[in-house]
């Protein structure tokens, strides 16, 4: 009787478990460690390098596969324009008039461009190279929303109107990717959006 209870009627696939865990674990120990001098080094380190060497040499499979290429470089482009468009005057009337985003990133200045440039590109790619099409290959476009999920817990600590939003923020960079086949696009807008709130909260505009 306890057999069949205890017992899992399916396959459980290895890649996903790997994918989930590692991704997991890569955040909680970012956030409550310093593994060497630099946050920045700290994330790229656990958040490209550690998934790329696992792509790599766990899964043997092509990082192209991941999203680590140019993919619809067309859309690509359209869509990374249109967003910066559409998020300009958002982040702009933000990043002036809330006080919590205003304190939460006017000390940041000193990142840009090069710390925020690297953080990014590996944030970017943990969340939509690594896992978006990790696990598409299973769940298909419902990877866009799975992705997202953990997306958005990383940002607890962050202004509440920012981390709320980040489940659709998630997605949509999630769609992106998807729809081109490369978390690089994502990328771009992430760190459009990044670099200019904290311009924008600085002052430096006026």
Request: without cysteine; hydrophobic residues 55%.
């Amino acid at each position: 009787m306890l057999r069949k209870i205890f017992t899992i009627n399916a396959r459980l696939d290895w890649k996903i478990a790997v994918l989930t865990v590692v991704s997991t674990l890569a955040i909680l120990v970012e956030s409550y460690n310093s593994l060497t001098k630099s946050e920045t080094l700290d994330r790229f380190l656990l958040f490209f390098v550690l998934p790329m060497a696992i792509i790599l040499f766990v899964f043997r499979e092509n990082p192209r596969d991941y999203g680590f290429q140019l993919g619809d470089w067309r859309a690509g482009l359209v869509l990374t324009l249109s967003s910066i468009v559409i998020m300009t005057p958002i982040l702009y009337f933000l990043g002036r008039s809330n006080s919590s985003m205003k304190e939460y990133y006017n000390w940041q200045l000193n990142l840009l461009p090069w710390d925020m440039l690297v953080q990014l590109f590996a944030w970017e790619f943990l969340f939509r190279g690594w896992l978006l099409f990790g696990y598409a290959r299973k769940f298909g476009p419902e990877a866009i929303w799975l992705q997202a999920v953990p997306f958005a817990l990383a940002h607890l600590g962050k202004p509440e109107v920012e981390t709320l939003s980040t489940i659709f923020g998630g997605f949509i960079f999630g769609w992106i990717a998807y729809r081109t086949r490369s978390f690089l696009y994502p990328f771009i807008i992430h760190f459009f959006i990044a670099s200019f709130t904290i311009i924008v909260a600085a002052g430096v505009l006026g």
